[in-house]
């Protein structure tokens, strides 16, 4: 069964907080990992590329946990403009040939004042 | 710059009704896709394309038909619209097969079906 599971927020920060988000795949065979940012009546852009090593770009994070089917992402020092929805994105290989990407419901941050 | 472009951000159609919903690519990808994404249920695959004149069916197919006559467009249709179709529709394109291209989205284009 493909299911990605996200926290289910929303979180409220005040600015200059970290925050972490969480999220877990179901299926092992998972080959690429991805975290999208949404903004309010957006459409949905590609913030950063998970990497079993970790990566980080700037103040975000991201960590990927293989055998845990885990994946997360750490903003430092929030600002305004991170308010967004945070979507955790699996990539799958489907057994027909192809591979499709799976949606979680998404995490939405808001940084406050 | 990638664009992705929906013919229509905003549409009202009647139950019942054919509705046509046009989706154009710039980047010459060989993939797109159509998502419906709605409160509490996040985005789900509706229909998607590897290649011209090819078509497979996502997670919810139900009630959608789609046509690729051509690499750059891809078009969602609803034969007979019904009130639970009633959505934001996102077209989304990307270069390769492999998965681990980034997926292009259009602005999306929200459909009430009264």
């Not at chain 1, 299911?3 to 970290?18: I, K």
């Not at chain 1, 055998?67 to 305004?80: C, E, H």
């Not at chain 2, 797109?32 to 090819?54: A, E, H, N, T």
Request: overall charge neutral; some cysteine; proline content about 3%.
């Amino acid at each position: 069964r493909k299911e990605v599971e996200q926290d289910p927020g929303p979180f409220n920060v005040p600015e200059g907080a970290t925050v972490a988000f969480n999220c877990t795949y179901s299926n092992s065979a998972s080959q690429s990992f991805f975290w999208y940012r949404q903004d309010c009546r957006k459409e949905p852009k590609l913030l950063m590329s998970v990497y079993s090593s970790g990566n980080e770009d700037g103040r975000f994070t991201a960590q990927l946990n293989r055998a845990s089917q885990y994946i997360s992402l750490l903003i430092r020092d929030s600002k305004l403009s991170d308010s967004a929805t945070y979507l955790c994105v699996v990539n799958m290989f489907s057994g027909a040939g192809s591979y499709q990407l799976t949606f979680g419901k998404g995490t939405k941050l808001s940084v406050i004042p | 710059d990638v664009k992705v472009t929906q013919s229509s951000r905003y549409l009202v159609k009647r139950t019942g009704e054919k509705v046509f919903l046009e989706c154009v690519q710039d980047m010459d990808h060989e993939n797109m896709f159509w998502y419906r994404q709605d409160p509490g249920l996040g985005l789900r695959l509706i229909y998607f394309s590897y290649d011209v004149k090819m078509k497979e069916k996502g997670d919810i197919p139900e009630g959608y038909s789609v046509s690729r006559e051509k690499k750059e467009r891809f078009s969602l249709i609803l034969e007979s619209a019904s009130t639970n179709q009633t959505s934001m529709y996102l077209c989304a394109s990307s270069l390769s097969t492999s998965g681990s291209r980034e997926l292009f989205f259009g602005e999306g284009s929200r459909l009430t079906v009264l």
